[in-house]
């Protein structure tokens, strides 16, 4: 099926100091062959051999060619990469010059589509690899590298055993009902198994949190009533100055976004229009993107003016986001302090931010997330599908503790299997995998 030959320039489209042309499928050795101006036939696998890109007699660029043999490739068919010189115009005349002689340009991920198609990784692993590309930090690139290995799959698929071992039991005993124990292997096998399963799937449903803050970082809205110094602690924290800062209230009237590397966690920044009853059509839209932004954070800065007694907006907004995950700023220290409410006291102006920062990091136990070694759940796919298994298993659980039969429990148990299977893309369907890998690079 998916034996032609696909074609891709793997590396940025800009000038650099090289390109990369990458192919794969049955025969492209050979076909690259006809482009090259060294015999590649003999060549071992993993080699590199140096030469000319030849179009017909024409000498078009000084390159290495790179093969690795079937299967222990990339996408566990024959593949070459040609390291051309890095200029946009040579890298693609390369690249028409293989699309004239009859490869197929390759569609977004479809060279990690054909390593999964082809049994080499799983759907976790080649989600991973596009987790990678994404990566901005070092604990997402750590987390992407553990899914790549395989480490994602390998917790999934001892799921996936131990709910068989019990299917299993239950199976026998509809097989071979002489046994007739049912209720006892309900009671004394069954129901303590599945709960430990159960118990199982939540831990990892809990820690999916984590995951999610270490791929996708941490939600943060910086909101407060006007002029208390949102902008200013936005631009602190980007050591920039991103945001407009006067002394006007009502000066930021959209959202503003930055981003920080905290410690190796995403911090992605919403500094937001300062919220007030206003009959300012403008600022009354930029007010409702402020309570947006702050429904949808997984952190909110509220940042409070200290050096000025609470106003009655003040009370509202500390009363809004009492049931928030929040942190509440004590701004312009510098000024002193007038008010007694207990927070973090901070100077956006001076910069003095350091205390915020390091309750971050505590907050969101970033220190003890880069010393572990664990696996997490990070993906969105993959929790909703645990979030799934979770419920048929509970749906199980409890037609346990009612006495219903058990070839009806071993229904739910078998959709929980399912939605591990799901998880690792075992009987995917094409439309799926069309949507997933659409949203990798092309070349990738
Ligand atoms: N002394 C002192 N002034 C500050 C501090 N932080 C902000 N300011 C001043 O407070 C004023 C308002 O600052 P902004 O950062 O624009 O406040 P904002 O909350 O973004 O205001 P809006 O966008 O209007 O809602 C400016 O004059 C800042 O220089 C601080 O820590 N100390
Ligand atoms: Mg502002």
């Known amino acids: 099926m998916n034996d032609d030959i696909i074609v891709a320039i793997a590396t940025a489209r800009q000038e650099a100091a090289i390109s990369i042309i990458r192919l794969s499928g049955k025969g492209v050795i050979e076909f690259t062959n006809q482009i090259f101006s060294s015999d590649l036939s003999n060549k071992k696998s993993h080699t590199i051999t140096y030469g000319y890109i030849m179009d017909d007699e024409k000498r078009l660029d000084e390159v290495l060619v790179n093969i690795y043999r079937a299967p222990r490739t990339f996408t566990a068919e024959d593949m070459v990469e040609i390291n051309c010189h890095g200029g946009i115009y040579i890298t ?8 004239k002689k009859g490869a197929r340009l390759a569609e977004h991920g479809e060279f990690t589509k054909r390593a999964f198609l082809n049994g080499r990784i799983d759907l976790t692993q080649a989600e991973a690899v596009a987790d990678m590309v994404s990566a901005k930090t070092d604990l997402s690139s750590q987390l992407a590298l553990k899914g790549i290995q395989g480490r994602v799959s390998r917790m999934i698929k001892k799921l996936k055993e131990e709910l068989i071992q019990i299917i299993t039991q239950i199976e026998v005993n509809i097989d071979y ?10 009671a004394k096998t069954l129901l303590p198994l599945t709960s430990s399963f159960e118990a199982k799937v939540d831990a990892i449903l809990r820690n999916a949190h984590n995951g999610q803050i ?5 939600k943060t809205a910086i909101v407060g009533r006007p002029n208390v110094g949102k902008s200013s602690l936005l631009n602190a924290m980007l050591e920039e100055d991103k945001a407009i800062v006067t002394d006007i209230a009502g000066t930021t009237r959209d959202i503003v976004e930055g981003q920080i590397n905290l410690d190796g966690i995403l911090l992605q920044l919403i500094d937001t229009a300062g919220i007030h009853e206003t009959e300012d059509v403008v600022e009354k839209i930029g007010v409702e993107r402020s309570l947006d932004a702050l429904k949808k954070a ?9 050096s000025e007694p609470l106003t009655k907006e003040d009370e509202e907004l500390l009363e809004m986001t009492k049931e928030t995950s929040r942190l509440i700023l004590i701004n312009k220290a510098d000024l002193g302090t007038v008010i007694d409410v207990e927070g973090i006291h901070i100077s956006a102006k001076q910069a003095d931010i350091q205390a915020l920062e390091a309750r971050i990091v505590e907050m969101f136990h970033i220190g003890e997330l880069k010393s572990e070694d664990r696996v997490y759940l990070a993906n969105i796919r993959h929790i909703q599908l645990m979030e799934q298994c979770r419920s048929s298993i509970h749906k199980a659980i409890e037609a346990m503790k009612n006495q219903v039969p058990v070839d009806l429990i071993v229904i739910d148990l078998y959709d929980a299997w399912q939605c591990l299977k799901d998880i690792l893309g075992q009987e995917a369907k094409a439309d799926l995998l069309d949507e997933l890998f659409s949203r990798f690079c092309i070349g990738k």
């Open 298 to 306: 997984d952190l909110v800065l509220l940042v409070l003016d200290g």
């Open 177 to 186: 009902p002489e046994y007739d124990e049912v209720e006892e292997l309900t």
């Open 92 to 99: 693609n005349k390369i690249l028409e010059l293989c699309l």
């Open 214 to 218: 270490m791929r996708e970082g941490i």
